[in-house]
């Protein structure tokens, strides 16, 4: 079987993702945000379009359920603009929903993942390719415990890979613990998402020991002195042996993050002077190619990619 990843208009084989943005939004909505909604296809166009122009192809938008994903408006700019795009399902942290809304959705939310991985998104036929989920501050709540352990039902019946926001680049470990403990899910279908926001080395070694993907996603967000770490945290990781288990990514969440075209304009040059052209090629081809592909499912059941 050749691996695919699963994008807005079908499943593609993982080869063809080109340089990847592994960490995105190009819609976005929560109430801890208010007014600073992403929301606009055109400015989103524009996004793409001049990531495309640095040479980007491809863009993992990590937006879950009930926070504006616009999956009908994600198909419409994969095809404008050229560019692969991968979107979500998944639940973020409870502070981003009506408690109403979690009340009805709750018992059955790896139904709720499995139905969008594999007939579609709120109606559209748009399929998501990634699962995700989000721990809290230094610890996993029990929003969290749940939202991670129907991900891990999820994946296993649909093979898709699991995605990690940790908050402030904390509880890495337990995520691990969690997922990949207690309910089984191979390490190298977990991507950890935001281990640069916490200078904590030793965490980010024994995380890639575990067999995880380790994103570093976020670059110049205005709360996050990110950028000036990176090079040295990515260097220590590669020299480690774990050059294969790195990925980049822009996390545009407000309209002001620079997000992808920076990553690509700015960072991937610094990154190419530190680490050589090679190891950053990795990082944004080879690495999210493997990261993002779908797993054959338990029992071959439907929906890993054909």
């Known amino acids: 079987m050749v691996a695919a990843v699963r994008t807005v208009l079908g499943d593609v084989p993982a080869a063809e993702l080109g340089v990847c943005d592994a960490h995105d939004h190009l819609f976005l909505r929560s109430p801890v945000l208010p007014g600073q909604e992403l929301d606009d296809p055109v400015a989103a166009a524009e996004r793409l379009r001049a990531f495309r122009g640095f040479g980007g192809r491809s863009v993992v938008q990590w937006t879950p359920y009930g926070m504006g994903r616009r999956a009908d408006a994600l198909a419409e700019l994969s095809r404008s603009t050229g560019t692969h795009v991968v979107a979500a399902t998944g639940l973020h942290q409870a502070v981003h929903y009506p408690a109403a809304l979690l009340d009805r959705i709750r018992d059955d939310l790896a139904s709720l993942f499995v139905s969008e991985l594999t007939a579609g998104i709120g109606g559209t036929t748009v399929r998501a390719g990634l699962i995700k989920v989000a721990g809290a501050f230094h610890t996993l709540d029990a929003h969290a415990r749940l939202t991670m352990t129907a991900a891990a039902e999820a994946h296993h019946r649909t093979g898709a890979p699991i995605a990690v926001h940790l908050e402030l680049g904390t509880a890495a470990l337990d995520v691990l613990d969690l997922l990949c403990g207690t309910s089984g899910v191979p390490p190298h279908r977990v991507i950890l998402g935001h281990l640069g ?102 029992g071959g059941g439907r929906g890993a990619p054909r």
Do not use: I, K
Not at 234 to 255: E, H, K, Y
């Open 197 to 298: 926001r916490s200078p904590d080395g030793t965490e980010q070694l024994e995380a890639a020991r575990a067999g995880a993907f380790l994103a570093f996603d976020g670059p110049s967000r205005a709360h996050h002195a990110t950028d000036w770490r990176l090079p040295e945290e990515l260097a220590a990781l590669a020299g480690a042996g774990f050059g294969g288990q790195l990925l980049l990514g822009g996390d545009t969440t407000v309209p002001e993050t620079p997000g992808m075209p920076h990553l690509l304009r700015r960072l991937r040059p610094r990154l190419t002077e530190v680490l050589g052209a090679d190891a950053v090629d990795n990082m944004l081809v080879a690495n999210p190619a493997r990261a993002f592909a779908f797993a054959a499912p338990e």
